[in-house]
């Protein structure tokens, strides 16, 4: 299996660090290139948009955006400490390949969006400052390719210290700005109480959600922790879990500062002047210096917003990398990655931007968060369910409490998005000249996306479900162990699957040897992961069948037979001949068993291939 971000995997040591301070320090780093996310030109646009048109009330959406942010980025980190996977990984492991073609689809999506708002914002960001036209910012924007590419070369300390630099710029400018803006903080802490207070509200609400609990980092957080070069040991580990989650702490609280800055700052500024309809980034940076009377306020502005556009736009590229070779194993060169993602996000900018203006910028800023925010569950609702496995986690799995919180999260999440779906195609139906498109178009689709959705949430449960009734016990089968026969085959092979055909399988196979047969018990395990990944694979259910083979091997030791096992990954069509042909055997014994894979190795035309691929012969049993 690949190793995420292989150039940067466990080349920083955390390791021996005898103080606390030593130790927080040799943590710390990952969620700062995560913050970044939190506060990239998009969440810019959705907090002015906020701030103008509901003043401070909204402010308590910003609160519970982080620390939903906190709760699912401290999963994400605690799956990639834990497993050695990231997000993508995992879900390449767990899913059919036709399922995972359409979660790197929407993945891929999801940066595009995010990418397009780190265009635009660093765009405006230079058009603000530098009078550069728009549309020439836009196509400048692809130089910071290669910036990624020194700093990747530096190594991870050199990129974290150059992105912090960034945070701090951010954070010192909105520190001026509210001293200058002097908000009302009596109405602040008011803004922290829950409303919405209107159909608008909860649109501005869903796309703030988007702008903060990122899809993209799930993914990357997962993978960043990883540069981190642990103890593997359990207390080593449970150090690392304890760490990277004040690290998330410190890092995303700056982020809710940030966001809670601009909003604020829009709050105290255009909604107290009655200017409710301030959107657009240009125009909060042209206003800013009427109405706080300081012309430092829309420079710190514009530095501010480059700033997150160049933070981000790094780590964008890092989350793309992750995404691609998590789902696909499909490494490609950095820099063509970085402009392929780039162009994707240029290319719909520049048309849009020549077709209707400079003017639209806000709306697709804020477009491009509702986006992210739609592709929010895809990304969640997997991760809830790796760190709940207890096998996959290995002790370190999540406890009920934080399972229902992070299951409370994804409904709220969900829902919001649904119901935002929901109006909006009601409001196409509504208004549309010619709605039999719509309905042979975006309807379909939406219920395609809401079935894949149902599909992620029930799978594992129903996995689950039917390996305790496969997989169940040996003890539980009924065997006869019939007196073994006169034929005295030396050596045995048996193919197993735990199910009730094992029964016939396994007593014809000791009919044909004596005291002395050796008899191997052989199983394959078919999982997506096994065929990928091979021997090292170790997902649920591959720990499940080493389990109940090495019951089988016990079991029939007790009962006086000479017993080994061999457990083989992929398509048992493939595997069984190379382990056969491997081993010393007489004869291969094998049941009607009830793995799909196995009855279409009997009864479909691979048996034919299985029989050309050993030299020795096969006896096929049915139950």
Not at 148 to 169: D, T
Not at 209 to 221: D, Q, S
Not at 287 to 297: D, M
Not at 596 to 605: E, Q, V
Request: proline share 3%.
């Amino acid at each position: 299996m690949g190793k995420s971000l292989e150039e940067v995997h466990e080349s920083v040591s955390a390791q021996n660090k005898t103080s606390t301070l030593r130790k927080i320090l040799a943590f710390s780093g990952p969620a700062y290139l995560i913050s970044v996310g939190y506060m990239d030109p998009g969440n810019w646009a959705t907090d002015i948009a906020a701030g103008s048109q509901f003043g401070y009330a909204l402010i308590w959406v910003l609160l519970m955006s982080n620390l939903m942010a906190l709760l699912l980025q401290s999963l994400s980190a605690r799956l990639g400490i834990v497993t050695q996977r990231d997000l993508a990984q995992a879900s390449r492991e767990t899913y059919s390949p036709f399922i995972n073609y359409i979660l790197y689809f929407l993945a891929e999506i999801a940066i595009a969006a995010c990418d397009l708002a780190e265009v635009l914002g660093m765009a405006i960001g230079i058009n603000l400052l530098f009078g550069i036209p728009l549309i020439q910012g836009v196509l400048i924007t692809i130089l910071d390719t290669f910036l990624l590419l020194f700093l990747i070369n530096k190594g991870i300390r050199k990129m974290e210290a150059f992105i912090i630099v960034l945070v701090a710029i951010i954070g010192f400018s909105f520190i001026f700005e509210m001293l200058f803006a002097q908000p009302e903080m009596g109405k602040v802490i008011y803004g922290l109480i829950p409303s919405l207070p209107g159909q608008a509200a909860l649109y501005i609400a869903i796309g703030i959600i988007g702008a903060t609990v990122m899809p993209h980092n799930l993914y990357l957080h997962s993978a960043l922790v990883q540069t981190r070069k642990l103890d593997r040991s359990k207390a080593g580990i449970k150090e690392a879990l304890k760490y990277n989650l004040i690290d998330s702490t410190i890092a995303l609280n700056l982020a809710f500062f940030v966001n809670a800055a601009i909003l604020i700052l829009a709050a105290a500024t255009f909604y107290k002047s009655g200017m409710f309809n301030v959107s657009e980034i240009q125009d909060a940076y042209r206003f800013l210096q009427p109405l706080l009377g300081s012309r430092w306020a829309p420079i710190l502005f514009a530095v501010a917003l480059i700033a997150a556009g160049q933070s981000s736009t790094v780590t964008g590229t890092l989350a793309g990398q992750i995404i691609m070779e998590g789902y696909l194993n499909l490494r490609i060169q950095p820099w063509i990655r970085r402009i392929i993602t780039r162009l994707i996000a240029i290319v719909p900018a520049v048309i849009v931007i020549s077709i209707f203006g400079e003017g639209i910028t806000g709306k697709l800023l804020i477009l491009s968060q509702v986006v992210l925010s739609l592709q929010l569950g895809f990304a969640i609702i997997p991760l809830i369910h790796f760190v709940s496995d207890k096998s996959k986690m290995k002790g370190f799995h999540i406890s009920k409490l934080t399972q229902t919180a992070s299951w409370i999260v994804a409904l709220i999440i969900v829902s919001l998005n649904a119901k935002l779906v929901f109006d909006e195609i009601k409001a196409w139906l509504e208004t549309a000249e010619n709605p039999t498109v719509l309905w042979l178009t975006v309807v379909p689709l939406a219920l395609g996306f809401l079935t894949l959705l149902l599909y992620i949430v029930f799978k594992p449960f129903v996995s689950k479900l039917k390996a305790g009734i496969q997989n169940h016990s040996p003890h539980n089968l009924k065997l006869q162990f019939s007196k073994t026969g006169s034929y005295a085959k030396k050596n045995v092979a048996v193919a197993v699957d735990f199910s009730s055909s094992d029964e016939v399988a396994l007593n014809s196979a000791f009919e044909l040897g004596d005291s002395n047969t050796k008899y191997t018990l052989i199983h394959v395990v078919e999982t997506v992961g096994a065929m990928f990944y091979g021997e090292n694979i170790d997902d649920h259910e591959t720990l499940i069948d080493e389990k109940l083979l090495e019951e089988y091997k016990v079991m029939l030791s007790e009962k006086g037979f000479k017993v080994e096992t061999q457990l083989g990954f992929g398509k048992p069509n493939k595997v069984i001949p190379e382990i056969i042909n491997k081993g010393n055997f007489d004869i291969l014994v094998m049941g009607t068993h009830g793995h799909t894979g196995f009855k279409d190795l009997i009864f479909g035309t691979t048996v034919d291939k299985l029989r050309h691929k050993i030299s020795i012969p096969l006896f096929i049993v049915k139950n």
